[in-house]
């Protein structure tokens, strides 16, 4: 024991000998939990529904592992997302052919399936789960664009004030978050207004801020059974989304749609798609210190999805990593079709 220390030679200077080992961090399982930067919880997670008018659940052929539901089935998963400690639920209804016209006006029919969905769900859960809404006119016209359309061109301003007719209608039914996904300008600012002005101060606006023009949205066209409408948008002169939804080229641009966005009164802002933008989520959430939201998109979902089912990757894993990198870009929360799947692996 004495000559222990006798029996240490010390490197000679010079000698290669890394003093700082990274690996000596990784060595342990509960090592490296303690050293974690980034946490994923059920917290971080929204689960985004499809509802539709049928009495069963049908689904979605190009999302494997998520459904159509009723409006019985969306309460059901609402409860769900209570126990598992998920935040929020984000409605998307799918609606029928006849209701869908030029002027959207189902849109802002309170008895909508979708004003019927979030009825039943906040009869049901009160207010132990956020139901957000999306403000778009795509699931009412039938060339499925976000809004009017007129002589080859999407008009923005007849398009606000829908919007503006939508939110309230949506804010009536009882949803907590009114989430324009549109990308008219000035969207923001009016329905503030609009809803100021009912006395629902209380409301809370999630901006769409940064939407990018993405084909990874393709499988949610499939889902809301919209995935021939740009056919008939085609036919119109106005073939894809491109004049309102953002250039993937762009970077600087997202901050000044998330700035505007803030400055109309925006208390949530979303970055959309994620995967493909995590450098747009990191500079939002720096540049403007408002609670950043990302979406992890249809498409980004069913690759997943796809690659797993074909035994090319460990699904829940991939999903587990996905979503982890989009909270350390700094997203405060995701929408992610992934959510129960998560949130139930994150609590056991
Ligand atoms: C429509 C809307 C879209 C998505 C959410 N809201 C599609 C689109 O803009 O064409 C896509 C979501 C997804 O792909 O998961 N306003």
Redesign the pocket.
């Known amino acids: 024991m004495a000559d222990a220390p006798l029996s240490y030679s010390a490197p000679a200077a010079g000698q290669a000998f890394p003093a700082t080992r990274l690996r000596r961090t990784r060595q342990y399982a509960w090592l490296r939990r303690l050293v974690a930067e980034t946490v994923l919880t059920p917290s971080d997670l929204i689960w ?1 529904l499809f509802v539709h008018g049928r009495e069963e659940s049908e689904p979605v052929a190009a999302m494997p592992g998520v459904d159509r539901l009723a409006v019985e089935g969306a309460v059901l998963a609402a409860t769900q997302a209570v126990e598992m400690g998920i935040p929020a639920v984000a409605l ?1 209804p799918v609606v029928d052919a006849a209701h869908k016209s030029d002027d959207a006006r189902e849109a802002f029919n309170p008895e909508s399936l979708v004003c019927r969905a979030v009825r039943a769900i906040r009869r049901e859960v009160g207010d132990s789960l956020g139901i957000i809404c ?1 403000v ?1 006119l ?2 009412y016209t039938p060339h ?1 664009h ?1 809004g009017l359309v007129q002589g080859g061109r999407v008009l923005n301003d007849e398009t606000v004030a829908v919007l503006c007719r939508q939110a309230l209608v949506l804010a009536a039914a009882g949803c907590h978050v009114v989430a324009p ?2 990308m008219m300008d000035g969207r923001v600012g009016a329905i503030r207004r609009a809803l100021d002005g009912v006395q629902r101060q209380d409301v809370c606006i999630l901006a ?1 801020a940064a ?1 990018y023009a ?1 084909a ?6 499939d ?2 059974g ?1 995935a021939g409408a740009l056919g008939t948008a085609a036919a119109l002169g106005v073939a894809d ?1 491109k004049t309102y ?1 953002m250039d993937p080229a762009n970077a600087d641009e997202a901050l000044r749609e998330v700035a505007l966005d803030v400055a109309e009164g925006a208390d949530m802002v979303m970055v ?2 994620a995967g493909t933008a995590l450098d747009i989520i990191q500079r939002v959430k720096e540049a403007c210190g408002v609670p950043t939201l990302a ?7 069913s690759m997943i999805q796809a690659a797993a089912g074909n035994g090319w990757i460990d699904g829940q894993k991939a999903a587990l990593e996905s979503l982890l990198v989009i909270k350390r870009a700094g997203a405060d929360g995701i ?1 992610t ?1 992934f959510a129960p799947q998560i949130a139930r692996s994150l609590r056991t």
């Open positions: 985004p998307f999306d778009a795509d699931p499925g976000d996904s549109d769409y939407k993405s990874f949205y393709g499988p949610f066209r889902a809301l919209s989304k939804q959309k798609p979406y992890q998109v249809s498409g980004e979902y929408l079709y």
